[in-house]
């Protein structure tokens, strides 16, 4: 899946992967080698992933400090 998302500027970020997938995955968006991810509440555990345009949720997160961090407001 790497692979294909660097072919396609998308990176998936989510619990199970190794931390070295984790940080290629954080490292290639800072980078913008990914302009998209793709990610479970991964991120919202205080990595700071850089700027941020848009952040879409499939679902509403569980409290307002999460939506605030999710969406990169906090």
Request: net charge negative; charged share 20%; aromatic share 6%.
């Amino acid at each position: 899946m790497i692979g294909l998302g660097l072919a396609i500027g998308l990176g998936v970020h989510r619990a199970g992967l190794t931390i070295e997938e984790r940080h290629e995955v954080e490292d290639g968006f800072r980078e913008g080698r990914y302009l998209v991810l793709l990610t479970t509440p991964t991120l919202e555990m205080g990595i700071d992933v850089g700027d941020v345009d848009v952040a879409v949720m499939a679902t509403i997160p569980p409290s307002y400090s999460k939506y605030l961090q999710r969406s990169g407001s906090w």
